[in-house]
């Protein structure tokens, strides 16, 4: 009977021996919902469970925008100084190098121009995971050379903001962005050049109160968090308890802060499809 018994206690298997799962096979939604991680990613990573849409960075963005994900990255070199020679917990330099070598990325945005439905497209992403998305000087600069392409080039730009805000630790050389970017985007409107702005979860701060508000079309993905100060500090400073869902995106679009919300399976048909009307052009 010692084929259902063990003949002796304890787990006998060598550490070496052993067969650990995989980390990453599996996402657990906010709700609860378990998914496997590659049905999620063949969803765009939205949970099909809830809808849940999971945080993704410029990389997937990309891949679901531009045309077999074919696309050329602009200023792609530039990284950020240390000109103030910032301190909190740690060095500013020593967090960059770190959010660098974690991130793989230069900085908190992409920008690359590709075809999206067979037309020239600039899109500037920007990645949470790179210091929480803060803009910082190189993001604002990225973001108004990626608007001169398009003005040069006479293509519709499109901003994917997904960002806590400025970066204090370049103070007002990082405010200074947001004056920048706003002033590029009047030039970007003067030339009858379209701009799509996308809000994703998060779109807070300073980069909320300069370009992710000035699209010509301002859409967002379902359940994003859209405000400029965080829910508490706006209690704080109000005294008066929140409305529920405040700041959501279906919160800000019966409030009339956005045009659309737009699930991300629909994000390259529908950016496409307001382009055409904007234009004035054969529906694709």
Known sequence: MAWFKRTEKGIQTPTENKKDV????????????????????????????????VRIGSKEYFSILFDDNEFTELDAGITSKDPLKFVDTKKYSDRLKEAMDKTRLKDAVRSAVG?????????????????????????????????????????????????????????????????????????????????????????????????????????????ALIGFAGPRVVKDTTGKDLPEGFQTAEFVL?????????????????????????QNQPIR
């Open 22 to 53: 995989p980390k990453g096979l599996w996402y657990k939604s906010p709700t609860g919902k378990i998914v496997d991680a590659d049905e999620l990613a063949r969803n765009y990573y939205v949970s099909p469970e809830d809808g849940y849409h």
């Open 115 to 223: 075809k999206s439905k067979g037309k020239d497209l600039v899109i500037a992403c920007m990645d949470f995971a790179f210091i929480g998305g803060s803009m910082g000087a190189v993001v604002g600069e990225k973001i108004a050379r990626a608007i001169d392409y398009s003005i040069k080039h006479k293509i519709p730009f499109l901003m994917i903001s997904k960002s806590g805000g400025a970066r204090m630790m370049e103070a007002a050389m990082s405010l200074m962005q947001l004056a920048k970017t706003s002033a590029k985007l009047a030039q970007l409107a003067d030339a009858g050049i379209p701009y799509i702005s996308l809000c994703t979860d998060p779109t807070t701060g300073g980069t909320t109160a300069s370009y992710a508000m000035l699209g010509d079309i301002n859409i967002s993905e379902p359940g």
């Open 254 to 278: 019966e409030h009339g802060f956005l045009d659309f919300i737009t699930p991300r399976k629909e994000l390259k048909d529908k950016i496409n499809l307001y382009l055409d009307l904007i």
